[in-house]
């Protein structure tokens, strides 16, 4: 399977971004989504994931009620809007499959991700 991820770039703190991953060669419908980001000189954080069916979602405590996490199975996609935007989340994002929701494990498929930049 391959994911790309888009919609990063460069915004002011207070700004927007709606990123997207689409996913290529399997379908990922049955699979739970996650959002991760990687700082420069940080590990690979957690940001948000999502039930296969959507019907349960999971927020890193410092995103919750600005980020919001969805897909669309029939597009194959998963999407993280991100509003209220602080520098602090300046990285580069990621999309991975996985199980789980609050305790969300991405399997092991790791595509490009999209850097975001949030300047103060």
């Known amino acids: 399977v391959q994911l790309q991820a888009f919609g990063g770039g460069l915004v002011q703190a207070g700004g927007s971004l709606r990123l997207s991953c689409v996913a290529s060669?399997?379908?990922?419908?049955?699979?739970?989504m996650g959002w991760f980001r990687q700082a420069p000189g940080k590990e690979r954080e957690f940001v948000a994931s999502i039930s296969w069916n959507a019907g349960s979602t999971s927020y890193l405590d410092s995103v919750k009620g600005r980020f919001t996490i969805s897909r669309d199975n029939l597009k194959n996609t998963v999407y993280l809007q991100m509003n209220s935007l602080k520098p602090e989340d300046t990285a580069v994002h990621y999309c991975?499959?996985?199980?789980?929701?609050?305790?969300?494990?991405?399997?092991?498929?790791w595509g490009k991700g999209t850097l975001v930049t949030v300047s103060s």
């Open positions: 060669g399997r379908t990922l419908s049955m699979y739970s």
């Open positions: 991975a499959p996985g199980r789980g929701v609050a305790d969300f494990t991405p399997l092991d498929y």
